[in-house]
């Protein structure tokens, strides 16, 4: 399995922004798709924003706030979190699907929104 890291969590107050990064043991440049989780201790993970070729997909609660940008010759993927909520508080988890079917998850990095 390739390996994944994120980093770039932390804690920051409500209204603040994170600017979280994965990066890859190896190209990313021809993956299926990238994206970005989340999970919330009780909660199951869900998709906070995935990109595959043309398309870029928010989750509907943070359309407008988060961005999903790659950086392929760096083989890293980023998610600018803007005007945190307290919901947003979660691990967050990098997603790579090499081919179909075929992925990779970093282990996740924490996130707490909190004043």
């Known amino acids: 399995q390739v390996q994944l890291e994120e980093s770039g969590g932390g804690l920051v107050q409500p209204g603040g922004s994170l600017n979280l990064s994965c990066a890859a043991a190896?190209?990313?440049?021809?993956?299926?798709?990238v994206g970005w989780y989340r999970q919330a201790p009780g909660n199951q993970r869900e998709l906070v924003a995935d990109?595959?070729?043309?398309?870029?997909n928010y989750k509907d609660s943070v359309k407008g706030r988060f961005t999903l940008s790659r950086d392929n010759d760096k083989n890293l993927v980023h998610l600018l979190m803007t005007n945190l909520k307290p919901e947003d508080s979660a691990v967050y988890y990098c997603?790579?699907?090499?081919?179909?079917?075929?992925?990779?998850w970093g282990p996740g990095t924490q996130v707490t929104v909190s004043s």
């Open positions: 990109h595959s070729g043309p398309s870029t």
């Open positions: 190896q190209s990313i440049s021809n993956t299926y798709a």
């Open positions: 997603k790579v699907e090499w081919i179909r079917g075929v992925f990779s």
